[in-house]
């Protein structure tokens, strides 16, 4: 046998024992021993392929070639290589673990290489965070035993356990009948019919019905399970209720998976949401810069058409900067600016402020504040104060300003038109004697007499007197008390006065056109709209007597607190249609061709103190503190804010709301997304008072009789 063995073995060519002991004379390399080695046919038993493919089952098992490679080169050197340099034994196994370098090179294995070796172990022992939502106390495979149908095996084996062999009943046939349900064999015995069955009683039963009835044994007593096979079911019931356990576990941990899934998808839709409303208030943002650009060609037009003839055409007419839509003018350095931010405070007046208008961003402001019958004027290029307007005898409580033209209301019942352009530093300075000149005089007959420049006024011309050439242009009187609001554009004016009574004015012409009166309004107030009503004797001071109107404000921010004694709290009007609010809490809208009013909005529970509206819907602010959006369509409450002290002014276009709440801050409502927002950063140190915007431009001035800008 062994003969026999040694001579197949004699009769293969060796090319693996030949390439591994080369002759002296003869030098291979390694790239022809590696290549020799894998292509040189080789003749096998089933034992060979055995022993190969064991060899080879850790290599197929793990990608770890680099350990591979340190565990072969640790091993005893063979049989099969003992010729070779260092004894190494060169199989299978050896070729499949060690990388294969088909390079000239002999560069060894380095601690570099091996480096992922070493970071291997420390990853298997770290710890591995377990997704969120997964059961902490349940492994894989307890999982999985919990979970395969062949978990309910035990039960099913302890079911058929207490199943015990009885007579047949006829069970499934009773369940059948109850449900209304036949047998096949019934089915095929219906086919005949009931004259073909003959009815025979057993008489066998019926003797048996007739003997003693014997006693039936339980059901449990005819069978034994054995103390084993009971300690079996124990263990098995056990198990049961761990894999319920186990199966509740999993349960619990797929709703609270599915719960973080709704959540995340509640935030992204959240978040789309979000995106919508933005692409709401981007599509509103151009509707307000179309209209900016139509209003813009109707000017330019206007102004060409002026330059052509100037004798004959007409001022060009400019929209009133409280409807003017669309972005305005702004120096390149305003997108510096940070919004939210008052990146410049003007500081002169020493009581709290009570009025501001402004012509446009970084154009000319016109301030005035309580006890100080001298509005200042601002270049908001700067921050620096221009000039004061001197004439009134009381305190300014109304202003607004249209390009260079200027209108305050004050206290002494009067209302002045002013031209800007013609204040300067040296009239301020000459002016103060005039002043006192002006305390003292007598009063005048109101009778319109001729100026040099052309206009008529109200007022005494003595020559030689800086009246002909100074900043008033017109002075209007006829309220008996103070005037608290105005409004004018083009040629017309409005005032409202604490005399409970509206005056409209001609500019052209300075004279009174109508007055209203808003005891007579009150008095015969047309029905409200349902469900808006409140009483009309809510205010019995302010509206059933014609006395002196004063209401205490609801304490601020800082706790204080003043008399509120501004009847008429803000009048506008748009074409023939005008809108007042009045102490009585009530929003009247008037046909200025008749002096009637003809709807009153009614809501508020206290004051109106300022007011605004567009074509579509009136905000309007109150001591209630709240501001109503009323549609002018309907006469119906559209929206309804509602803030923690009183509101004294605000201003709103069609994507936010903006005002003075009674606080540090400037309050803004965003219409769009429905959130509030506040403007504090250094801001005001008392609650703000009156604010002004446009477009991403606004000044407020405060209690602490500071004004601000801000960048919005």
């Not at 003869?26 to 292509?39: A, E």
């Not at 900016?292 to 000017?299: A, L, S």
């Not at 309220?479 to 004018?488: D, G, I």
Request: with cysteine; proline share 5%; glycine share 8%.
């Amino acid at each position: 046998m062994s003969s026999k063995f040694k001579g197949k073995s004699a009769d293969r060519p060796d090319i693996t024992r030949a390439a591994l002991d080369p002759e002296p004379s003869t030098v291979h390399s390694k790239m022809d021993l590696v290549s020799k080695t894998l292509f040189a046919p080789f003749n096998n038993k089933k034992k060979d392929t055995s022993r190969i493919l064991t060899d080879l089952a850790p290599v197929i098992m793990t990608p770890r070639m680099m350990n591979a490679a340190a565990t072969v080169s640790s091993r005893s050197r063979g049989s099969l290589g003992a010729s070779a340099p260092g004894g190494s034994r060169l199989d299978f196994a050896t070729l499949g673990r060690a990388p294969m370098r088909l390079t000239l090179g002999t560069r060894r294995i380095t601690s570099r290489d091996l480096q992922i070796v070493e970071a291997t172990d420390e990853l298997l022992d770290a710890e591995i965070p377990e997704t969120e939502g997964i059961a902490s106390d349940v492994s894989l495979l307890r999982g999985f035993n919990a979970t395969v149908p062949s978990s309910e095996k035990n039960r099913t084996r302890r079911k058929q356990m207490r199943n015990v062999e009885t007579p047949r009943i006829g069970l499934k046939k009773l369940g059948m009948s109850a449900r209304g349900m036949m047998m096949e064999d019934e089915e095929e015995r219906s086919i005949a019919s009931e004259e073909d069955v003959v009815v025979v009683s057993r008489l066998d039963e019926r003797g048996k019905r007739k003997g003693k009835r014997r006693g039936r044994e339980s059901l449990s007593a005819a069978k034994a399970l054995g103390k084993d096979e009971l300690r079996r079911q124990t263990q098995e019931i056990l198990l049961d209720k761990e894999n319920l356990h186990v199966r509740r576990s999993l349960i619990n941990s797929e709703i609270v998976e599915i719960n973080n899934k709704i959540k995340a998808l509640d935030s992204i839709r959240e978040r789309l949401g979000q995106d919508l409303l933005k692409l709401h208030e981007d599509e509103l943002e151009l509707d307000d810069e179309l209209g900016g650009v139509q209003e813009r060609i109707e000017f330019e037009e206007a102004a060409f058409r002026q330059s052509d003839n100037t004798k004959t055409a007409p001022v060009p007419h400019v929209a009133p900067s409280r409807r003017r839509r669309g972005p305005v003018f702004l120096p390149s350095e305003h997108d510096e600016l940070p919004p939210g931010v008052a990146f410049m405070t003007l500081e002169s007046h020493l009581t709290p402020i009570t009025a501001l208008d402004f012509s446009e961003p970084y154009g000319t402001l016109v301030s005035a504040s309580q006890e100080d019958s001298q509005p200042r004027l601002w270049d908001l290029m700067t921050g620096s104060e221009i000039g004061r307007l001197r004439g009134h005898r009381g305190a300014v409580k109304c202003i607004q300003v249209e390009d260079n033209l200027c209108l305050t209301g004050a206290e002494d019942g009067s209302v002045r038109l002013w031209d800007l352009r013609l204040v300067d530093e040296d009239w301020e300075r000459d002016g103060l004697a005039d002043v006192a000149e002006e305390d003292e005089g007598t009063a005048y007959d109101g009778e319109l007499v001729e100026k040099p420049n052309g206009i008529r006024s109200s007022e005494p011309s003595e020559a030689g007197t800086a009246d002909q050439t100074g900043p008033c242009i017109r002075l209007f009187e006829g309220h008996s008390k103070a005037v608290t609001a105005l409004y004018f554009e083009d040629e017309c004016l409005v005032t409202g006065a604490s005399d409970k009574t509206l005056r409209q004015w001609d500019l052209a012409t300075g004279q009174c056109v109508m007055t209203m009166d808003i005891l007579w309004a009150i008095s015969h107030s047309q029905p409200t709209i349902p469900g808006n009503g409140i009483p009309n004797h809510l205010f019995p001071s302010a509206a059933a007597s014609a006395g002196h109107f004063a209401v205490p404000t609801p304490p601020s921010a800082d706790g204080s607190w003043d008399m509120y004694e501004d009847f008429v709290g803000g009048v506008q009007f748009w074409g023939y249609g005008l809108v007042s609010g009045s102490g009585d809490g009530a929003v009247r809208m008037w046909d200025m061709r008749t002096g009637q009013a003809h709807r009153t909005l009614m809501g508020h529970t206290g004051p109106v103190t300022c007011l605004q509206f567009d074509e579509m819907h009136i905000a309007s602010g109150s001591l209630d503190k709240s501001i109503r959006i009323w549609d002018v369509r309907t006469g119906g409450t559209f929206e309804t804010l509602k803030y923690d002290h009183a509101v004294t002014a605000l201003q709103f276009d069609t994507r936010k709301v903006i005002a003075a709440t009674g606080e540090n801050g400037v309050k803004i409502y965003n219409r769009t997304s429905m959130q509030h927002s506040s403007l504090s950063t250094n801001g005001h140190t008392q609650p703000v008072e009156r604010i002004r915007y446009m477009d991403r431009y606004l000044v407020s001035g405060g209690r602490d009789a500071a004004v601000k800008i801000w960048t919005l």
